[in-house]
């Protein structure tokens, strides 16, 4: 019997979560200054309820950077995944690039 209310990867849902806007990060002050440029990138849950949760920092970066992330992330907006007509939450990686222009 499946328990639906644990927290599924994504080879484990029928339909996986659709995210439908995702915000971009923006730079602090402190990186620009610094020059500070590369890849943030998280892991996170996108929950049944709607919710992003359970971020965790895989690989971060300095000056603001990883705190900028994490809070954008918690502001995607998506569609649940499903599995078995259920709606689930899904293990996902978010990735915000740093580079400045």
């Known amino acids: 019997r499946t328990d639906y209310s644990r927290n599924f990867k994504l080879s484990e849902v029928s339909v996986r979560a659709v ?3 995702k915000p971009e990060p923006g730079f602090t002050e402190e990186a ?6 590369g890849t943030v990138r998280l892991r996170a849950v996108l929950s049944a309820s709607g919710e992003v949760t359970n971020i965790t920092v895989s690989k971060g970066l300095p000056a603001g950077l990883t705190e900028k992330a994490i809070s954008a992330a918690r502001q995607i907006k998506f569609r649940p995944a499903t599995k078995d007509g259920h709606t689930v939450s899904q293990y996902v990686t978010l990735e915000y690039n740093f580079n400045i222009y």
């Open 19 to 21: 995210i439908i806007s």
């Open 32 to 37: 620009r200054t610094q020059n500070v440029t």
